[in-house]
């Protein structure tokens, strides 16, 4: 009957958090022994990786996995933030489609931030949602990016990270061999810590929710997407351009009187010691970037949610008009 409006709710549960593991330690990726216990339910898996760190680990991880008894393909993407994209999701899976996985199978994501989240972002839509075991080889991804389960891609025009989906890996497996050469207690404590200070602001705030706790985590990068999506990805490396981005905050916020102008000084000796930089080169400027771009992440021309210093250790999301 014309002008009648029926409703059917549906109370769904909410939907059920999975803890996982970050195991951190030495050779695991060579020691079957050692991974058995962590891999033993998986019967199938994709490796995902790069055709840099193809070259340095892949060979140690199929022989690994093919030791455990598991039926595991691979599927290597050219390396580079520019080919953070759909096509690369495609790539993967197609692989996955070749390889015959099913909702019980694995993607393995061997690499760093940027393989993490192309491989993420396609086991979150593959089957609609397969397990997805991270496995950084970069420090960025072993204390950030593989933890959290943010996965996506860059959009042409929707820009940096414009596509993608949370899902939390089963597993975050830390080799310290690619990233150090010996075994160093001070490490491992270090990507321990790192870990554990991000895993406790994901459980307090998995999706980045209205609290605004996980969003502090974006200090920098409103500018720093800006910087990366007007430059190019690939220009900069993703820190770099969160470097220059931490820097634009702080002396935003010093600017509109929310933190002491020392603060920036500190920021920049602090990324200086790092030796990262601090500012764009030459005849470069972040406001350039900033005018061309049209994603919502990083579009300065309009209110923008920033992340700003309010106070001396504090941060806070703030919306500006940047215009
Ligand atoms: N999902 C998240 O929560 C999150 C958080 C932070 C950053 N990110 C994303 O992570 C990406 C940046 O990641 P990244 O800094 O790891 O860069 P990256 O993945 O591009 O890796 C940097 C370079 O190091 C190479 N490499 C990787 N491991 C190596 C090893 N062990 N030895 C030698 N070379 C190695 C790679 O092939 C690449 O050339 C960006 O796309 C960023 O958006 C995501």
Known sequence: ????????????????????????????????????????????????TDDIVSKLYL????????????EAGCVVLPD????????????????????????????IALGG??????????????????????????????????????????????????????????????????VVRRESDAVRALIQRCCAAKAAIVCADVKEGDSGLRAMLNLGHTFAHAIETGLGYGVLLHGEAVAVGLVIAAQLSASLGYVHPDLVCRVERLLRRANLPISLQGSRSWQNCGGGIGGKE??????????????????????????
């Open 113 to 178: 931030g940027v393989i993490g989240d192309i491989a993420g972002f396609a086991a979150a839509v593959y089957h609609r949602g397969i397990e997805v075991i991270q496995v950084p080889t970069t420090l960025m991804a072993m204390v950030d990016s593989a933890v959290g389960g943010k996965t996506g891609v860059n959009h042409p025009v929707g820009g940096k990270n414009a596509i993608g989906a949370f899902h939390q890996p089963s597993l975050v497996l830390v080799d310290l061999e690619r």
């Open 80 to 107: 580079g933030e520019q080919f953070k994209d759909m096509h690369a999701v495609t790539k993967v899976i197609d692989a996955a489609v070749s390889e015959k996985l099913d909702r019980k199978s694995s993607i």
């Open 1 to 48: 009957m014309a002008g009648v409006t029926t409703q059917v709710s549906v109370p769904l549960p909410a939907a059920p958090a999975i803890p996982y593991n970050i195991v951190i330690a030495t050779g695991t990726l060579r020691n079957e022994a050692a991974l058995l216990p962590w891999l033993s339910h998986i019967s199938k898996a994709l490796v995902v």
């Open 59 to 70: 060979k140690d991880m199929m022989r690994t996995l093919r030791s455990l008894g598991i």
């Open 298 to 323: 990083t579009d300065l021309s309009v209110d923008t949610f920033l992340d700003l210093m309010t106070r001396y250790g504090t941060l806070a999301c703030v919306w500006r008009r940047c215009r």
